[in-house]
């Protein structure tokens, strides 16, 4: 059964760092694209950052490119985003995201919140 675990949200200022990271298992990690998406209140999830196996690289929505850093440990079975500079538009909950065999699975979120 496949489970992804968020931790590390907080409350942090604005220009501030938090690091998000997300626990999966139930599925060979290291051979699936991995993403992090985030929804605000009001507005729909969106796609902040991907990682794809293999080392075939990563991609980051404009919002957050030069500020965000996606990145993975196979090892661990985890996905780290690692997020700098902190604005009060990026508050949001935060999904990590996989697609498994044409499922497609969400964790619970963990809730960041920038206070200006």
């Known amino acids: 059964q496949v489970q992804l675990v968020e931790s590390g949200g907080a409350l942090v200022q604005a220009g501030g760092s938090l690091r998000l990271s997300c626990a999966a298992s139930g599925f060979a990690f290291s051979d699936y694209a991995m993403s992090w998406y985030r929804q605000s209140p009001g507005k729909e999830r969106e796609l902040v950052a991907i990682?794809?196996?293999?080392?075939?690289?990563?991609d980051y929505a404009d919002s957050v490119k030069g500020r965000f850093t996606i990145s993975r440990d196979n090892a661990k079975h985890t996905m780290y985003l690692q997020l700098n500079s902190l604005k009060p538009e990026d508050t949001a909950v935060y999904y990590c995201n996989v697609r498994v065999r044409d499922m497609v699975y969400w964790g619970q979120g963990s809730q960041v919140t920038v206070s200006s």
């Open positions: 990682i794809f196996p293999f080392g075939a690289g990563t």
